[in-house]
């Protein structure tokens, strides 16, 4: 290489220096910022799930002071003064409170409760559906089979954790409307659906039997 190559990358590289210098002096800042955000945000993060699981240990502790009593009306008063500060604490929260109601011979309350809860599109979807479950469930005396059979089959769809408890009531329903050979049927399906449970699978099995229907030997 010779001198004047030697010289002119020595420039290159002064000039190259000079324009970086003069980049992060004038837009230094926005790293700086850019740092700050991310670690601004990470902190940010810790702290919210600190206030949810603070909050959470909270809600837990409220509840159960409040079934502490013996009273079931007692309990049921004490669960109404509890304030839950998210709309899955409020869920919660509820599907106690119409627990304790249903125990207290207070159904049309319970129910009341439950539906209140299947309405509030705030509330997580799986709340949603236990409730509407349980509610199709306190009813079952006061509710049309064709009404109760349109719940159950909306919370059988495919995908929802409740869908072969759901399939189950629908397939009650039919027993309960004199069709037994559509009850066999759909409590057959659920017999070889490959997410049933082994509690599930022992209560269709002995439905079957009762019904006259026969089980596979597998």
């Not at 020595?10 to 926005?30: A, P, Q």
């Not at 500060?85 to 409170?97: D, H, M």
């Not at 199709?136 to 869908?163: I, K, V």
């Not at 049933?196 to 229907?213: D, N």
Request: glycine share 8%.
């Amino acid at each position: 290489m010779s001198q004047t190559d030697s010289f002119i990358e020595e420039v290159t590289e002064e000039v190259r220096r000079d324009r970086l210098f003069l980049l992060l002096k004038r837009y230094g800042w926005i790293g700086v910022l850019v740092v700050l955000l991310i670690v601004g945000g990470a902190a940010w993060r810790e702290y919210s799930r600190a206030q949810d699981r603070a909050e959470a240990e909270a809600l837990g502790d409220s509840m159960l002071a409040a079934l502490e009593s013996e009273d079931p009306e007692a309990r049921i008063t004490a669960l109404g003064a509890v304030e839950a500060g998210s709309a899955g604490g409020v869920a919660l929260l509820g599907l106690l409170t119409a627990a304790e109601q249903s125990s207290a011979d207070q159904e049309a309350e319970a129910a009341e409760t439950l539906g209140a809860i299947a309405a509030n599109g705030e509330v997580p979807q799986i709340y949603r559906d236990i409730a509407g479950f349980r509610m199709l469930l306190l009813q079952s005396d006061t509710l049309e089979a064709d009404a109760r059979r349109t719940g159950f089959e909306a919370l059988a769809r495919a995908g929802s954790p409740l869908r072969l408890l759901a399939e189950e009531q629908i397939a009650l329903i039919d027993v309960e409307t004199g069709d037994s050979e559509a009850a066999i049927e759909k409590f057959q399906a659920i017999l070889e659906d490959a997410e049933v449970t082994a509690g599930l699978r022992q209560r269709v099995s002995q439905v079957i039997v009762a019904l006259g229907g026969e089980l596979d030997a597998a």
